[in-house]
């Protein structure tokens, strides 16, 4: 049983339990519940009891209660975008995300870009509407794509002549045009290589893939075995490998 001298602050003497609105005693400095307090203080009044400052308090001014410490506000890491992109340099196939991309300009093509950077902060001009001219015929070859003789759009290609087929090779992007909707071809990340099949972009590196059987010949092996162009990942034929090229060029209007 707890007395007045007893150690515990937390536990009123008189009511024996925990301190309710805590005075202290200015005589024996113990912690006593203001309500028990005023009801001692009252019986002592109606006796006639002397000595008014035996029985002073002061009040005590709880502390705050404790809150659990703040957490510093954790910002998440800004992110680069996780969009591929393809180096647009000649004889280049670089790929990779929006960091690495950046380090391969610097690094690889600083000299292009201290002398064309002003390009990039000069006043573009809309891309002009490619027609095709009226005496061109486009017909089908045989690889099941469209030709029209005419001479190639864009930047000239180092695997084709510069014409639009006649009967195989690169056509020109108003004969391409014709070949996605002979194709039944209707997302907008997938053209027609020159082999007449449907090639798609990867959103994995990049690159055209048209999933067909390829010797190893084509990637530099014996030809005893065969491989895939594709279809995530990995090597692709020779004709994709054209597209990666013409895609940002002379196919841009169809990507």
């Known amino acids: 049983m707890a007395t007045v001298g007893a150690s515990n602050d937390s536990e009123c003497p008189i009511c024996m339990g925990p301190v309710q609105r805590a005075v202290v005693s200015r005589c024996c400095r113990h912690r006593f ?12 009044g109606q006796g006639g009891a002397s000595g008014s400052e035996r029985f002073a308090f002061d009040s005590v001014r709880e502390p705050p209660p404790q809150l659990p410490p703040q957490q510093p506000i954790r910002r998440p890491p800004p992110q680069a975008s996780a969009r591929i992109h393809r180096c647009q340099a000649a004889q280049c196939r670089f790929t990779g995300t929006e960091n690495d991309f950046l380090d391969h300009l610097v690094n690889r093509h600083r000299r292009e870009l201290l002398e064309n950077h002003h ?5 573009q001009q809309p891309p002009q509407q490619y027609e095709d001219p009226p005496e061109r015929d486009p017909r089908l070859a045989e690889n099941g794509k469209t030709y029209c003789g005419g001479p190639l759009n864009g930047p000239p290609c180092d695997c084709c002549s510069g014409v639009c087929g006649p009967q195989d090779g690169c056509n020109c992007v108003h004969c391409m045009t014709i070949d996605l909707a002979n194709f039944q071809v209707t997302h907008g990340n997938s053209l027609v290589n020159k082999f007449g099949r449907v090639a798609s972009l990867s959103s994995e590196n990049g690159h055209f893939y048209c999933a067909a059987i390829m010797g190893l010949a084509e990637l530099g092996g014996s030809g005893d075995s065969i491989a895939y162009c594709g279809p995530i990942d990995g090597p692709n034929c020779e004709a994709c490998q054209a597209l990666d090229v013409q895609c940002g060029s002379r196919y841009a209007s169809l990507m």
């Open 119 to 123: 390009l990039l902060f000069s006043q």
């Open 33 to 44: 519940c203001n309500n028990c307090i005023a009801a001692v203080q009252q019986t002592a």
